[in-house]
C-alpha cells in the first residue's frame, strides 16, 4: 500500500519536479533565439555583449536579459569549443543565476553550465568569481572556458599562489576569474592587512559559483583560513626588566587600586633611565621619552603592573610551570587564558616560570563565513540533495537535481556484506578478475591510501596491471582517471579521486590530444586529433559491449554523498555501468552502527566462510546509521559556526573600519573625534560625575593628561579654581589638544599630517586586532566548563567577546590619540630605518600567508659560507628556528641536535 506522502508525489509531482517544470519554458525562449544568434558575425557576438551590458547598467534586470544573453553564450561556446549546450546545461545555468546548487551528475558538463551563469551576471562589471577545489582546475578550466568568454568580449584570469603581485590584481580585474577557494581566502586575509586601497585585490564580493560546492562548503567548511605570525620572542628583556622592579621604591610609582592602575612618577622615570643605561637596554642620549623607547617603555609597564597589581594565589596561581589566571568574580582557575600585550609573560618573569612565546593570529576566516560575503552565491555538484538542509540553513542556498541529458543507464546492485575484512577483499579481486577478464574497465574505490596499497599488492599477486591513484600531483590524477575508461584498465582510487576529470569510455580524448600536441608541437593538430578520435571509436566500442565501467567500492563512507560520487563516476552521459558496494562487519561504519544485529542475521542464516548477505534492507539500514552521522557532523558545523558568527560580526566591522580609513582622503575629523572621546573618558574617570572638588584624583588627572594627550597644562591648577567644574576644564584641554595638533600639522605639513594619521591609525587597527583574536581564541577554548556552572557557553562567549571588543575600541581611541601627540619629525636615517622595518613586517606576513617553502626553496636559503664543522659559522639560530645548513628541518631536529 502507498504511503500519502508517495500518493501526492505522483499527483503534484515533488518540488524538484515543479521547480524543473516552472523554469522549462525560459529554456525555451532560449532555444527560439538560437538561429538568430546563429546569423551573427563573430563581431556581432561581442557587440551583443556590449548592448547587454549598457541595458544592465542603465537597469534592466538581469532575469529579463538571460533569454539574450543565454542564446549569444551558446552561440560562442559551439563556435569556439564545438559544444552546444544541452537544455539540462540550460537549465543548470538558470539555477545557478537564481543562487542555488545545482545537482548535476557526473558527466553533465559543469564546467560548460557555469559559463551562462558567470556570462549574464559578468554584465554589470562587477566580477565574477569561479571557484574549484585545485590549482590545476582552475587553470584547466580559465583556459578552456577563456575561449568562451574571450569570443564574448569579456576578459577572464585565474589566481594561482605565488603570483606576484601585479598579475594577481590583474586577473582579480577581469569579468571573470577562476581561483580555488583557498586562495580566495587567503587574499581576502591579506586584502584586509594591506594599508593602501590601490594594494588591495578583491574590491568586492559579487557573485560566486562553487564547484564541487559540497566539498568546499560543507567537508572544509569547519576549518579557519588562519594568517599567522611568530611573535618576537623577548624573554631576556622581561627578564632583565622583572630583575629591575624589585628595585623600586613607593617614590618611584604610584598606585591606584580602586582603579587598579599604577604608573612611573618622574623620580622613578629617572631611576629607570639610569638603570635601563647600565644594563644597555637605553642609549646613553636617549630617554625613555624618545620614540625609539617605546618598546623598552611598554616592558618596564608591563613589569611594574605584574608586581604592584598582580598577587599571586589571588589573581594567579603557578600550578605545573604555568602561570593560570583566576576569575575574580567565581575563583576558578580559568585554564589556557592568557593576558594580552606581554603582560602574561611579565608574570610569568616574575614567577620564574617558562616565558611562553605566542604565535600571534593576524587574521582569520572560516570559508562559511568568507563565502557568506558574496551578494549572491550558487554551487554546482554532482552530490547535494543528502547535504540540502545545510544549505539552506548555513548559506540560504536552494538544491536542485538537474535531470540528466540522456537517462543513467548504470546498474546499481545491493550492497554485499561479508563477516570479515579479508573475506571481503578475497570477493572484490575476484570480482576484478572477472571484469578484467572480458576487458571491463575496473575503479576500486577505497578509504584510504593503506588500504589502496593493500589492494594493489594483492592485484599484483594475480598478475592484473592496474594504477593507483592516491596522493599525487593533480596533473597525475587527471591524467590516470583520464586512462581509466580504457578496455581492460583497473584503477584503484581514494574515494574522492577525480573530481573534475569525466572518466570516459574508451579514454580521453581531449587530454590524449594534448599529449601528443606537448610530445610533437610541430605536427598536425587537426591530424593528431582525427587519429586519436578514431582509436577512441574503436576502444569505446569493446568497452561498451564488456558493460562500461564498473565501480566496486570496499567500504562505506560516513556520509552519503561521498558514496554517491564514487557511484556517479560510471555511467555517465547515458552509458552502461555498475557498481558495487562490499562491506563487513569490520568496517568501521558496520562495527559502530547495528553490527551485532547483522551478526546475528548472519550466523541464523547458516551463512559459510566467504559467502555475502545481500538484501535491499541492508542498504536501507546502513543509509539510516549514515544519516544519523551526517546529522551529528551537521549539528557540529552549526555550533562551531553560531561562535564564529560572534567573531565573524566584529570582522566585518574591523574590515569595514579599515576599509573606510584607506578610502579617506582626510582622517584628521576621526582623530579629533578620538582626542574629545579621551578627553571625556578621562575627566569621568578622574573627575567622577556628582563628585565634589575635594574627591578628584587630580594628580592622577595630570599624569594622565601628559601620557595620553601629550600636552603639559596646569590642570591641578584648574581643579583647584572656584566655580571650576568638569566642562570647564573638559572646553580647555580640548583647545590645549587642538592647539598642539594644529602646530604639529603645521610642523610635518597638512599632506603628511593627513598620512601620518592614516598609517597610525590602520597600524594600531592591526595592533588591537591581533590581540582581541588571541583572547577570543583563548576565550573559545575555556568557555565551554560554563556549562558546568548551568551557564550557555555561547551565551558567555557572546557576552564576554562583546564586552571584549568595547574594551578593545576603547583602548584604541587611547592609543591613537597618544601617538598622534608624541609624534616628532624624523631625520632621513630615522625615516629609512622605519620604511625598513614596515617592509620587512610586509615581508612576514606575506610569508606566513604563503605558508612554509618548499624544502627545494630553503635549501637555496642556506646561510653563505655555512661551515658543517664550524660552529661559528651558523648564526645564532633559535632551536625551533630552520637549520641555517638548509635542509630545511628545525635547527634541533639537524644541526642544533644535543649531544
Known sequence: MLGLGTIAKKVFGTPNDRKIKATLPLVGKVNALEEEFKALSDEGIKEKTEAFAKRALEGEDLDALLPEAFANCREAARRTLGLRAFDTQLLGAIFLHQGNVAEQKTGEGKTLTATFAAYLNALTHKGVHIVTVNEYLVQRDAEWMGKVFSALGLTTGYVHAGMADEDKRAAYGCDITYATNNELGFDYLRDNMKSELSQIFQLQHNFAIVDEVDSILIDEAR????????????????????????????????????????????????????????????????????????????????????????????????????????????????????????????????????????????????????????????????????????????????????????????????????????????????????????????????????????????????????????????????????????????????????????????????????????????????????????????????????????????????????????????????????????????????????????????????????????????????????????????????????????????????????????????????STDMRHQVIDDLIDEYMPHKTYADQWNTQGFYAAVIEQLGVDVPVIDWCEEDGVDDEVVRERLIEATDELMAEKTKLFGPDNMRNIEKQFLLQTIDAKWRDHLLTLEHLRSVVGFRGYAQRDPLNEYKNESFQLFEGMLDSLRSDVTQKLSQVQPMSEEEQQQMVEQMLAQQRAAQEAAEGPKSQAETLEDAIDGFDEGDPTTWGNPGRNDVCPCGSGKKFKHCHGRLG
Not at 618598546?295 to 589573581?315: E, I, M, P, Y
Not at 593576524?362 to 552530490?383: E, I
Open 223 to 670: 576549518t579557519p583560513l588562519i594568517i599567522s605570525g611568530q611573535s618576537q620572542d623577548r624573554s631576556e628583556m622581561y627578564q632583565t626588566v622583572d630583575q629591575l622592579i624589585p628595585s623600586l621604591v613607593p617614590e618611584h610609582y604610584e598606585l591606584d587600586e580602586k582603579t587598579r592602575n599604577v604608573t612611573f612618577t618622574d623620580d622613578g622615570n629617572e631611576f629607570l633611565e639610569e638603570q635601563l643605561r647600565a644594563r644597555g637596554l637605553l642609549e646613553e642620549d636617549m630617554t625613555l621619552y624618545d620614540p625609539e623607547s617605546t618598546s623598552v617603555v611598554h616592558h618596564v609597564n608591563q613589569g611594574l603592573r605584574a608586581h604592584k597589581l598582580f598577587t599571586k594565589d589571588k589573581d594567579y596561581i603557578v600550578r605545573d610551570g604555568e602561570v593560570v589566571l583566576i576569575d575574580e568574580f567565581t575563583g576558578r582557575m580559568m585554564a589556557g587564558r592568557r593576558m594580552s600585550d606581554g603582560l602574561h609573560q611579565a608574570i610569568e618573569a616574575k614567577e620564574g616560570v617558562k616565558i611562553q612565546p605566542e604565535n600571534v593570529t593576524l587574521a582569520s576566516v572560516t570559508f562559511q563565513n568568507y563565502f557568506r560575503l558574496y551578494n549572491k552565491l550558487a554551487g554546482m555538484t554532482g552530490t547535494a540533495l543528502t547535504e540540502a538542509e545545510e544549505f539552506s540553513e548555513i548559506y540560504g542556498l536552494g538544491v536542485v537535481e538537474v535531470p540528466t541529458n540522456v537517462v543513467v543507464a548504470r546498474v546499481d546492485e545491493d550492497d554485499a556484506v561479508y563477516r570479515t575484512a579479508v573475506e571481503k577483499y578475497a570477493a572484490m579481486i575476484e570480482k576484478v578478475k572477472e571484469a578484467h577478464a572480458k576487458g571491463q574497465p575496473c575503479l576500486v574505490g577505497t578509504t584510504s591510501i593503506e588500504k589502496s596499497e593493500m589492494l594493489s599488492q594483492m592485484l599484483t599477486k594475480e598478475g592484473i596491471t592496474h594504477n593507483v591513484l592516491n596522493a599525487r600531483q593533480h596533473e597525475q590524477e587527471a591524467q590516470i582517471v583520464a586512462d581509466a575508461g580504457k578496455f581492460e584498465a583497473v584503477t584503484i582510487a581514494t574515494n574522492m579521486a577525480g573530481r573534475g576529470t569525466d572518466i570516459q569510455l574508451g579514454g580521453n580524448v581531449e587530454l590524449k590530444v594534448l599529449e601528443a600536441l606537448d610530445a610533437d608541437p610541430d605536427a598536425d593538430p587537426a591530424a593528431i586529433r582525427a587519429r586519436i578520435e578514431a582509436e577512441h571509436a574503436d576502444e569505446k566500442v569493446k568497452v561498451l559491449a564488456a558493460g562500461g565501467l564498473y565501480v566496486l567500492a570496499s567500504e562505506r563512507h560516513e556520509s552519503r554523498r561521498i558514496d554517491n560520487q564514487l557511484r556517479g563516476r560510471s555511467g555517465r552521459q547515458g552509458d552502461p555501468g555498475r557498481s558495487s558496494f562490499y562491506l563487513s562487519l569490520e568496517d568501521d561504519l558496520m562495527r559502530i552502527f547495528g553490527s551485532e544485529r547483522l551478526e546475528k542475521v548472519l550466523t541464523t542464516l547458516g551463512l559459510k566462510e566467504g559467502e555475502a548477505i545481500v538484501h535491499p534492507w541492508v542498504n536501507k539500514s546502513l543509509e539510516r546509521a549514515q544519516a544519523k552521522v551526517e546529522g551529528r557532523n551537521f549539528d557540529i558545523r552549526k555550533q562551531l559556526l553560531k561562535f564564529d558568527d560572534v567573531m565573524n560580526e566584529q570582522r566585518k566591522v574591523i574590515f569595514g573600519q579599515r576599509r573606510d580609513i584607506m578610502e579617506a582622503a582626510d582622517l584628521s575629523e576621526i
